[in-house]
């Protein structure tokens, strides 16, 4: 199998050049600057066995090569291999370890990695243990003689588009002085207990976020969220259009209520993916879903609301 690798033009460049250069040469054959998709499932062969590099699409193909190329160089790495989706890469990466192996795993993971370790690698004989990974030092409390893989998501759901983490940023701030909402999780905020190392480890702070609404229970959440006009109620991240999800009931269902409690995933706990529509529009839309949820006149300044929150104690 051909995987991407260094393309040793550009090393010498900074991150922003080898965004746009590296593994994006223009095409050999017709000069074309972008180069094209390449959507053959096969490759012609000159004789049996002997081809230009690729033979079927599944194993590689022109565009997967470009694209690994570009990634093994932006994260200046050796090589980089591409999957169709996020689970394949997961499957394929936990079945580096074989049966009787132990696995130690970030605590709140991808529900769907969450349910991979839980269903199909427990089934492979593999066993996991899931750790709250703030505080180093659990790692190495959890190693066995048999760990073989040490799964990290850091920071857990990733995206890092700028415009995204600006109108996260925005939204982070316009939720945390809202009277309806409890508290507000987005590592971009100084109030979040790991901003400092969010600042070390990261280049910005991704468009996702999570708040806590105000008396927290199913149908305050369901409230809200059926009110919405320009978030989409549906799971996924790092869309261009901004998305609102409950993950108690929607990506970490799967989770005991215990262990959804032992990471504070409660039916209060509403998840955003903020995209990229106009940041002014975004909070506009929370404020009237928030107001709606909680029965309060959209009339009544934000001010006013706090007061009226105030004397409901709720
Ligand atoms: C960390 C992580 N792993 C895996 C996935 C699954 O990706 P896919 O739906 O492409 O399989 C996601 C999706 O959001 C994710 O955030």
């Not at 460049?13 to 017709?30: K, S, V």
């Not at 105030?310 to 709720?314: D, P």
């Given at each position: 199998m051909t995987?991407?690798?260094?393309?040793?033009?550009?090393?010498s460049?900074?991150?922003?050049?080898?965004?746009?250069?590296?593994?994006?040469?223009?095409?050999?054959?017709?000069g074309a600057v972008v180069p094209p998709l390449s959507l053959s499932t096969t490759f012609v062969q000159s004789s049996a066995g002997v081809h230009k590099g690729f033979d079927y699409s599944r194993t590689s193909n022109p565009t997967r090569i470009n694209f690994e190329t570009a990634i093994s160089s932006l994260e200046r790495g050796q090589f980089a291999v591409a999957f169709s989706s996020g689970c394949a890469t997961t499957t394929a990466v936990a079945n580096l370890v074989k049966s009787g192996s132990h696995i130690v795993c970030v605590a709140d993971v991808y529900g769907g990695t969450f349910r991979y370790m839980t269903n199909v690698a427990a089934n492979n004989g593999i066993t996991v243990d899931f750790v709250d990974m703030a505080d180093p030092s659990n790692i190495s409390k959890h190693i066995r003689n048999n760990t073989k893989m040490v799964w990290i998501e850091s920071p857990t759901n990733p995206t890092l588009r700028l415009q995204h983490q600006e109108n996260a940023l925005h939204v982070a701030k316009?939720?945390?002085?809202?009277?309806?909402?409890?508290?507000?999780?987005?590592?971009?905020?100084?109030?979040?207990?790991?901003?400092?190392?969010?600042?070390?480890?990261?280049?910005?702070?991704?468009?996702?976020?999570?708040?806590?609404?105000?008396?927290g229970t199913i149908s305050k959440s369901n409230a809200f969220l059926t009110s919405l006009r320009l978030f989409c109620l549906a799971e996924s991240l790092g869309a261009v259009e901004s998305l609102a999800e409950l993950p108690s009931v929607m990506t970490h269902a799967s989770l005991t209520p215990e262990a959804r409690a032992a990471l504070g995933i409660d039916d209060g706990l509403i998840r955003l993916s903020v995209g990229v529509e106009d940041k002014e529009d975004l909070v506009r839309d929370l404020d009237q879903a928030l107001r709606k949820a909680f029965q309060i006149s959209s009339s009544s300044a934000p001010r006013v609301v706090s007061a009226v929150f105030?004397?409901?104690?709720?």
């Open positions: 995987i991407g690798g260094i393309d040793p033009k550009f090393s460049d900074h991150f922003d050049t080898r965004a746009i250069h590296a593994g994006q040469l223009p095409d050999a054959q017709t316009f939720l945390e002085s809202h009277p309806l909402v409890d508290s507000v999780m987005f590592p971009g905020l100084p109030s979040h207990p790991q901003h400092q190392l969010a600042l070390k480890q990261c280049k910005g702070f991704s468009g996702m976020l999570s708040f806590r609404i105000k008396d105030a004397k409901s104690k709720l």
